[in-house]
């Protein structure tokens, strides 16, 4: 097991994006919000790259922006 800094941060804040999500989305049962946060939830633990991380975590947060936006 392999216990970087960068990694763990980085899972920490793009979780924590994630369950905020999924807390607003069960309450507002708006879907959209429910699977971003479920993924910004999981993908984390099956990277340990930090930059994937990170990109992959502000794409689904982009890509729950532009749901929110367009009214999904």
Do not use: E, N
Request: proline letters at 4%; charged letters at 5%; zero cysteines.
């Amino acid at each position: 097991m392999d216990l970087q800094a960068g990694p763990l941060i980085a899972s920490l804040l793009v979780s924590s994006v994630g369950f905020v999500a999924l807390w607003y989305g069960r309450k507002q049962r708006r879907i959209p919000h429910v699977v971003a946060g479920l993924a910004l939830l999981v993908f984390p633990y099956f990277l340990s790259s930090t930059l994937l991380i990170v990109g992959i975590g502000a794409l689904l947060t982009g890509a729950l922006w532009l749901a929110a936006h367009f009214g999904m």
